[in-house]
């Protein structure tokens, strides 16, 4: 499953309303679902006081026993400019990339965990956004 976090700042943007809104969504959709390993994504908005200290997206913590991995991504300045749909694509392709790029990083300590659900689950979740 995915999970969501957002660290922002004092000022809103549509990226800290949106990954709001998509937060919430998500920790509906996961509710009662199997856990079959979690991928937690935390975007850190550039508005925020805590900087991020890296570019991109790298790995945080990882527990093996709760097979959860956190994926932090630092959400480039342009981003606070985009319009909503604009905001929403990014989040949700950020998604599948964090995504990814957790589950690689679980597989390289042998960990295997099965990417298509993964997918599948924020495509199905992401279809409900605009319901």
């Known amino acids: 499953m995915i999970s969501i976090g957002l660290v922002c ?5 549509n990226l800290e309303e949106q990954c709001s809104s ?3 969504l998500f920790e ?8 079959d390993g ?7 908005s550039p508005l925020s006081l805590k900087k991020a200290d890296h570019e ?3 790995i945080g913590a990882f527990s093996r026993k709760d097979k959860k991995v956190l994926v932090a991504i ?16 990014y989040i949700n392709e950020s998604l599948h990339e964090a995504a990814d790029h957790g589950l690689s990083f679980m597989a390289s300590k042998e960990m295997h965990l099965n990417a298509e659900a993964f997918h599948r689950f924020i495509d199905e979740t ?6």
């Open 9 to 13: 700042g004092p000022r809103s943007s």
């Open 22 to 24: 998509v937060m919430e």
């Open 28 to 35: 509906r959709e996961r509710t009662g679902k199997s856990d």
């Open 38 to 44: 979690l991928v937690n994504v935390v975007f850190h």
């Open 56 to 58: 991109g997206m790298i």
């Open 74 to 89: 630092a959400v480039p300045q342009a981003v606070i400019e985009y319009n909503e749909s604009e905001t929403l694509k």
């Open 126 to 131: 992401f279809k409900k956004v605009s319901n």
